[in-house]
């Protein structure tokens, strides 16, 4: 039978210099593919920003859960804090970052093919 409830911490996070990811939803994890993915991602303090990151090909929904921070869309900055929320269209280039010494804390979701 397929987990119904998923806790993050029974979820081993996916880490780089940029962000920390524990996918929630996650076909590769389940015995069914619900159709998206989705998960809480925390994005890292840099001062500098960074550079965009790689297009994907689903667009992805975010809401701010904790912190402020910058979402770069295809070369243009927007300022991000906590109860907002964007969407990343597909094939767009993105990164992500917080501007506090703190992480900036995201909850998304981004349907997949299936």
């Given amino acids: 039978m397929t987990r119904q409830i998923v806790k993050r911490g029974d979820v081993t996070p996916d880490k780089n210099s940029k962000r920390s ?7 590769a994890d389940s015995e069914y593919d619900h159709g998206a993915v989705a998960g809480i991602a925390e994005y890292h303090h840099h001062a ?10 689903a667009a992805e929904f975010y ?14 900055d927007h300022e991000i804090e906590r109860g907002d929320s ?24 981004a349907l997949t093919d299936s």
């Fill in 21 to 27: 990811l524990w996918r929630l939803l996650y076909p």
């Fill in 48 to 57: 500098e920003g960074l550079p965009e990151g790689p297009a994907h090909a």
């Fill in 63 to 76: 809401y701010v859960v904790e912190g402020k921070g910058v979402v770069r869309l295809d070369g243009t």
């Fill in 86 to 109: 964007f969407i990343i269209p597909a094939d767009i280039p993105h990164s992500l970052w917080s501007t506090e010494p703190h992480s900036l804390v995201t909850f998304y979701v």
